[in-house]
């Protein structure tokens, strides 16, 4: 609720008790007599009949003061703008058919993060179970290409989280098509959960955009809407072999460059490790790197240097600031209940 240009109130019902106000002060005050021995004392007869009505206007003003006070006034500032360092960062993950196979490398448990994993049950005994993430590993506890992926994933997406350095980022899972994705954002808390969920359904081919849409187009979209940083970066996990025409390659160099896309391909297996295959030529092309892993610690360590790349500057507009001034109210109404206390004793007792 808005009364000046420039004064807001946080709790503005207490102003509707302003009309009542009068009613108890005229309906139970105490009737004084205010005498005196000669009337040529006070020349001026009229001021004698609103000398008693003191006491009561200045204690109708302390109640008024404290309601407005109640209320809570506040300057309106002009709106203000802070500067992060931060990137938007899209991660498209490969959940093809072949991203089940086995890979090589140990994945070690995660320690617990404070204010990242899921909230805490509590199991029968009455104990709290924090939720945490663990891959699902076969009965023989071989590692599978998507279980590095989601474990490197989540390991970047938690480091962000507590470098608490302003990156926005969003998930993409796609096969012959993207399947699943949640846009740029800057609660990782969210990306966190989500991506403990990206194995799931695991699906056929791999489409790279050779049939739009692509992670390619998708990541474009979520840049396009979203985006806030100059550097944007897309990481793409893949371990497929999709092979792009000449028209695909064209295609999506074009949305690389026109939206100044740093492409970042995580080759999985023995495929991207040793061939020169579709994906990476385009990354070539258009001043992309490509990482071939082969084992899980590859894969960790190759997340960890993308993390490293350079940020640019992001400015974050903010609603306009707002100054409290009750304090100026309950002060004058201090002033005002001390008046009405020393007008009463004056004017009724003497």
Known sequence: MTILNFVNFANPWWLLL?????????????????????????PKQRIVRYIPLFPRLLTSATLALILVALARPQVAGPPTTRTIIGRDIEIAVDISFSMSAEFKGELKPEAPIPGLDLPPTIDTRGKPQIKRWAPKLEDDGKVKRCDAAQHAVLQFIANRWKAQGGDRVGLILFDDRPRYSWPLTEDLRMIYRKGQFMQHGLGGGTNFGERPPGPIDLAEEHFKELGQSQTRVLILVTDGEDELSSWAMDRLSQIIQKNKIRLYVVGVGETLAKKDVAIIRLAERNGGKVYRVEDSQAMSDCFAEIDRTERSPITVAQDETRSDIFFYFAGAAAITMVLALLAGAIILNR
């Open 18 to 42: 302003l009309p009542l106000l009068p009613v108890p002060l005229f309906l139970f005050h105490n009737k004084g007599h205010l005498g005196f021995s000669n009337h040529r004392l006070l």
